[in-house]
Each structure stands twice: as structure tokens, then as C-alpha cells.
């Protein structure tokens, strides 16, 4: 239990430099990931072993993204009346984030294994885990790949699109959330419950989007 209270120490103070500290890189989840990094290399502790120990807290994980669902009901009388909108947008996005990211992987000459396991980096990690059997990557990389594109697109997506001047709560939600997932939905949610309702949407989008591609090419691919 030592890796679990390591974990939620190092997330607690995440959340305490981020109100300190007004950077986008003060994020809670990227200052957590850093701290439990450091702390597995410098005890040498394997990352099956720390996996293993924080069960508890994976376990928290499913249910954590069920309750995003929370803003959806609330606001459902206006994200119905955008649902053309935020369905394109959410496609879109997720299905150009795929793209990016294999073209992006074979420029690179990155490895088989990398190649396969981004595939599934714009879905949330509870996805990537369940198609790792069906694209052939390592549960372990395509989880962390998946983790990694949601702090990258939660650090970046929000400046880009303010440099871009677009300001509309739902048009921001939807495009960090198709890409960006729950990290990204969670940052969506500091700018105001119809952003991060949009970001759950385009979250969900990108879990099915990213589905059906692993599906199709897969059975093409048999």
C-alpha cells in the first residue's frame, strides 16, 4: 500500500502547486506523473510492481469516468440542440489525431511495438488496455502512450486555440476532449461546465472512434 499513498501524495501536491502557480504546466496530473516516475527509478521498483500495488486506485479509475456523465444530464437540453456540431467535431478530431499519430510514428521509425501502441493514444487508458489484444501492443506502453497524448494535448490545446480565437466553451470542449480524453476533459472542466460537458462528449467519441478504426483495420488487416 506504500505506492498508494505515494501516488496520492504526489497528486496532492500537483493540486497545490497548480493554485500557486498559475502555468499550464502546474497540472496536477503531469506533476504527479513526474514525482511516482522519479520515486520507481531512484527505489529501482519495477512497474508491474507499482501497478500491482495501486490496484485499489485503478480500480477507481471506471467509475471516475462514468461520473463525467454528471455535466452531460445537466446540460443535455443544450448539447442537444448541438449535437450535429459536436459529433463532426468529435470524429474530426479524434480520427486526425489517430492519423497524426501514425504518420508521426512511422516518420520516426519508432518500433513496431510504439507504432502499434499509438493507435489507441487518443482513447482514455481503460481503453487503449482493453484493444492492446487486438492491435498487438503492450498493455503497459499503449496505457502510458494514451496517458502521455492526454497531458500533451491538455498543456498545449488550450493556448492553441485561444491563439486561434476560438472561444466557444463547446467548440473548446469537443476538441480537447477528442483528443486530449480525461486529462484533457478534466482541464476542459476549469474553464466551465459547457466545456467540460463538450470534452466528456468528445471523450466518449473518441473511445468509439478509436474502436471502430482498431476494428476495421484489424479485420482488414486478418
Not at 502555468?23 to 514525482?35: D, K, Q
Not at 448539447?79 to 470524429?91: M, N, S
Not at 493556448?159 to 483528443?179: M, Q
Not at 466545456?195 to 468509439?208: D, H, Q, T, V
Request: charged share 10%; no cysteine; glycine share 8%.
Amino acid at each position: 500500500m506504500i505506492w498508494v499513498m505515494v501516488t496520492l501524495l504526489a497528486f496532492a501536491a500537483g493540486v497545490l502547486t497548480q493554485l500557486r502557480v498559475r502555468s499550464p504546466l502546474a497540472n496536477p496530473t503531469l506533476i504527479g506523473t513526474l514525482l511516482v516516475a522519479s520515486a520507481l527509478l531512484l527505489t529501482r521498483v519495477p512497474y508491474d510492481t507499482y501497478l500491482h500495488d495501486v490496484q485499489p486506485l485503478s480500480a477507481l479509475l471506471t467509475p471516475a469516468v462514468v461520473a463525467l456523465a454528471v455535466p452531460l444530464y445537466r446540460l443535455r437540453a443544450l448539447l442537444a440542440r448541438q449535437w450535429r456540431a459536436l459529433l463532426i467535431g468529435g470524429l474530426t478530431g479524434t480520427t486526425l489525431g489517430v492519423t497524426v499519430d501514425t504518420l508521426l510514428a512511422r516518420a520516426l521509425h519508432l518500433s513496431p511495438d510504439a507504432q502499434r501502441a499509438l493507435h489507441t493514444a487518443p482513447a482514455t487508458s481503460p481503453v487503449a488496455l482493453q484493444l492492446a489484444p487486438f492491435t498487438h501492443a503492450p498493455p503497459a506502453l499503449a496505457a502510458t502512450l494514451a496517458v502521455l497524448s492526454g497531458l500533451i494535448g491538455a498543456l498545449i490545446l488550450p493556448a492553441l486555440l485561444t491563439a486561434l480565437r476560438v472561444r466557444h466553451p463547446l467548440a473548446r470542449g469537443i476538441a480537447i476532449g477528442s483528443v486530449s480524453h480525461g486529462v484533457g476533459t478534466a482541464r476542459a472542466r476549469e474553464e466551465g461546465e459547457q466545456a467540460g460537458a463538450a470534452a466528456s462528449i468528445g471523450m466518449g467519441l473518441a473511445a468509439l472512434t478509436v474502436t471502430l478504426i482498431v476494428a476495421v483495420v484489424g479485420g482488414s488487416g486478418q
